[in-house]
């Protein structure tokens, strides 16, 4: 069965420091999609990346990164110099290219910064 | 500006009255979803719907009801069989059935009084 694991429920940091969320999945297709979103206090969701099961390339924007590796099936998600702006629920989500078009969220992790 | 519009932002309802939630959406996305948000809870889906006039459940569909009679229109009925319908809710779309990501909408927070 798929499945989202999220295991911290709660981050706090201080401004600065590199924090980093963790994202634990499990599928039995071997073609799937990994995504991360963040939900600002307002309560939209925002789409931060897209990754798939083929691509393990880790990926940097900015301050974010991501580590994808298939042989511990994470999708791990770094922020680097946080900053108060951060603070935000993320989520984790996982798609699969042969089951029905359900996307399936991690419980997510509320992350806090603190100046 | 292309996007998803939900409405109401606020929404109070006294117990054993239906209530509708829009969510418009201007991106020619063929897929639509809604998920329903409780506090720890993450994200769970309550309807999807791949193509106008079709929808399937989703996780915990019970007590709620939709339509899609337009590409761009996916309204959610939370009825009075909805045991516990006080939660923040969440429409999405997105233009591929598996690789695309979601855009949602700002969201609706229902209250039950």
């Known amino acids: 069965a798929q499945k989202v694991t999220q295991a911290q429920t709660e981050i706090s940091v201080v401004e600065k420091e590199d924090v980093t969320l963790d994202c634990v999945y499990e599928t039995r297709d071997t073609t799937y999609y990994l995504f991360w979103y963040k939900q600002p206090p307002s309560g939209e969701l925002v789409f931060l990346i897209r990754r798939n099961s083929f691509d393990e390339q880790n990926e940097i924007s900015g301050r974010y990164s991501w580590n994808f590796q298939k042989s511990t099936s994470s999708f791990n998600f770094t922020i680097t110099a946080s900053q108060v702006v951060d603070s935000a629920v993320y989520f984790c989500a996982l798609s699969e290219m042969n089951r029905d078009d359900k996307i399936i969220f991690g419980k997510g992790t509320r992350l806090h910064i603190l100046p | 500006d292309g996007g998803i519009t939900q409405s109401p932002k606020y929404l109070f309802r006294k117990e054993g009255q239906n209530v509708t939630l829009s969510c418009e959406q201007n991106?020619?996305?063929?897929?639509m979803y809604w998920y329903r948000q409780d506090p720890g809870q993450g994200l769970r889906l309550i309807y999807y719907?791949?193509?106008?006039?079709?929808?399937q459940k989703g996780d915990i569909a019970e007590g709620y009801s939709v339509s899609r009679e337009k590409k761009e229109s996916f309204p959610l009925t939370v009825t009075s069989a909805q045991k516990n319908p006080t939660a923040f809710y969440l429409c999405?779309?997105?233009?591929?059935?598996?690789?695309?990501?979601?855009?949602f909408g700002e969201g609706s927070r229902l209250t039950v009084l």
């Open positions: 999405a779309s997105r233009w591929d059935r598996t690789a695309g990501e979601l855009f």
């Open positions: 991106l020619n996305h063929d897929a």
């Open positions: 719907s791949q193509i106008v006039n079709d929808f």
